[in-house]
């Protein structure tokens, strides 16, 4: 791609780290967001942040772990696909001069009094024009939908989930889901399961690939909700 339009460099935390010592790939959307809300915050575009863009999509690749280091992460940043009402923000996460992920956002603007999408106004669309370029599109993966033998998770949505929007935030997501892959794959394929930096397991699942979609907002609440996940038929072999 060409020069970045920008890079932030994103400071790691030990609690980054999960059981397989590397930083947690729900974490990776983490640094991504870190960076967006930099750009943003810098550019002639901070008002959004406040009067309400918000994620619609995550495409994420995971390349190579993120090892604990206390130099940070270097996040690149690229702009595109920009139309009347949406953009499109392409990540690479580097650390020690590797490519570690590589990342797609897109990005809707939305007015929160109404409760609709909106179109951008001429100049909030010229300050990303500025920036914006050609971004040739990740691998497409297809959609999936729960079918008669996905596996449902109850989970609790924690008063800390919630961002300065009052909704649970985009990052969070990647946590929710995890933890149905997690569960399923303790029922599925236990020969897999590694809970702690000490536990033997025959071999390990990691992830590769993560997309999400966000269909609408989620809001806090005591009772459970639920995720639903399929474990691949050829599950328990290595």
Same mark, same amino acid.
């Given at each position: 791609?060409?020069?970045? @339009?920008?890079?932030?460099?994103?400071?790691?935390?030990?609690?980054?780290?999960?059981?397989?010592?590397?930083? %947690?790939?729900?974490?990776?959307?983490?640094?991504?967001?870190?960076?967006?809300?930099?750009?943003?915050?810098? /550019?002639?575009?901070?008002?959004?942040?406040?009067?309400?863009?918000?994620?619609? /999509?995550?495409?994420?690749?995971?390349?190579?772990?993120?090892?604990?280091?206390? *130099?940070?992460?270097?996040?690149?940043? !690229?702009?595109? %696909?920009?139309?009347? @009402?949406?953009? +499109?923000?392409?990540?690479?996460?580097?650390?020690? /001069?590797?490519?570690?992920?590589?990342?797609?956002?897109?990005?809707?603007?939305?007015?929160?009094?109404?409760?609709?999408?909106?179109?951008? +106004?001429?100049?909030?669309?010229?300050?990303?024009a500025a920036v914006a370029g050609h971004l040739e599109p990740m691998r497409h993966l297809g959609r999936w939908a729960p079918g008669p033998d996905a596996?449902?998770?109850?989970?609790?949505?924690? !008063?800390?989930?919630?961002? @300065?929007?009052?909704?649970?935030? %985009?990052?969070?997501?990647? *946590?929710?889901?995890?933890?149905?892959?997690?569960?399923?794959?303790?029922?599925? *394929?236990?020969?897999?399961?590694?809970?702690?930096?000490?536990?033997?397991?025959?071999?390990?699942?990691?992830?590769?690939?993560?997309?999400? *979609?966000?269909?609408?907002?989620?809001?806090?609440?005591?009772?459970?909700?639920?995720?639903?996940?399929?474990?691949?038929? !050829?599950?328990?072999?290595?």
């Amino acid at each position: 791609m060409s020069e970045p @339009a920008y890079v932030v460099r994103v400071p790691l935390r030990w609690v980054d780290l999960d059981a397989q010592g590397h930083v %947690n790939n729900g974490v990776i959307a983490d640094y991504l967001q870190e960076a967006r809300v930099a750009f943003l915050l810098q /550019g002639p575009n901070a008002h959004l942040l406040g009067n309400g863009i918000v994620v619609t /999509g995550h495409q994420v690749e995971y390349l190579r772990p993120v090892e604990f280091s206390t *130099d940070p992460v270097e996040v690149r940043l !690229w702009l595109g %696909n920009l139309t009347a @009402a949406r953009i +499109t923000i392409a990540y690479e996460v580097v650390q020690d /001069g590797q490519l570690a992920a590589r990342a797609r956002t897109t990005l809707c603007v939305f007015d929160f009094d109404s409760g609709r999408p909106r179109r951008f +106004t001429e100049a909030e669309r010229d300050g990303f024009a500025a920036v914006a370029g050609h971004l040739e599109p990740m691998r497409h993966l297809g959609r999936w939908a729960p079918g008669p033998d996905a596996f449902e998770h109850a989970f609790v949505v924690r !008063w800390s989930d919630l961002d @300065a929007y009052g909704h649970v935030n %985009n990052v969070r997501f990647f *946590d929710y889901v995890a933890e149905a892959r997690i569960h399923v794959g303790a029922v599925t *394929d236990p020969a897999g399961e590694r809970t702690s930096s000490s536990s033997g397991a025959a071999y390990l699942w990691i992830v590769a690939r993560q997309d999400v *979609d966000y269909l609408a907002q989620l809001e806090h609440r005591l009772a459970p909700m639920s995720s639903a996940s399929r474990w691949p038929r !050829w599950a328990g072999r290595p």
